[in-house]
């Protein structure tokens, strides 16, 4: 057995143990994602535009994502509906940036590793920077919309008569506390991934312009950018999304 497979058998049998039944089915949807992504690549590979596909497959993933790992249908479909939106959106937000900043493709520190193979191989590295940039914000919202959806959700069980500008305040009391622990998250993530490389530009000498224009470095900044900017969005709607559903609910009700 490989080591990756013993890890991930110990990931499934810890997942059991500690979420039970949920865990389980929260283990699969993990590998479910995986075999999406696959087949996301097999396709582009295969000559299918690559922003096409990947929206599908976002979309496929946020379903799988939010569905199979709670089971309140109040929340879920609330935190689908916010997240499909922010996707939507912050794509939008990529596409025009991605013009201005130009980072598709690959970096100079990348060039011995691809040296000897032919980059003319019938994709569009543009729009595969879209696509990989919009893909990698999807944790990120998934996690925030159920979390804000489902504390939203647990307060209107426990107080089902709270005002709508007591649920705002709640929503954004919930949402400071995320957007902190996913801020730090995305950015440390970003600079674990890409450490050795940082101590090895360090070493040669690099000044902080080198950084500045580096084409990893600022894609890399770049995508936590707009997975920070994704997430703020799909808590902000969610929020209200739970809001005008409660709104409706109560009859009007005046806040």
Known sequence: MSAISLLALILLVVMTIVGGKQGLVGYFSVVLNFVILFITILLIASGFAPLSVSVFAGVTILAITIYMGNNNENVTNLAFIATVLVMAVVMVVIIGFDQVLQIHGFANEQSEEIEAFNLLIGVSFEQLAIATTMLATLGAIAEAAIAVASGLEELLEQQPDMLLRQLYKSGRTIGFQIMGMTFNTLFFGMFGSNLALFILLDK?????????????????????????LAVILVIWLTTYLVGRRHYKKQGHKAA
């Open 204 to 228: 040669l000498g690099a000044k902080p312009s080198y950084y500045l224009n580096s084409k990893i470095f600022v894609g890399q900044c770049v995508e936590v950018l707009y997975s920070s």
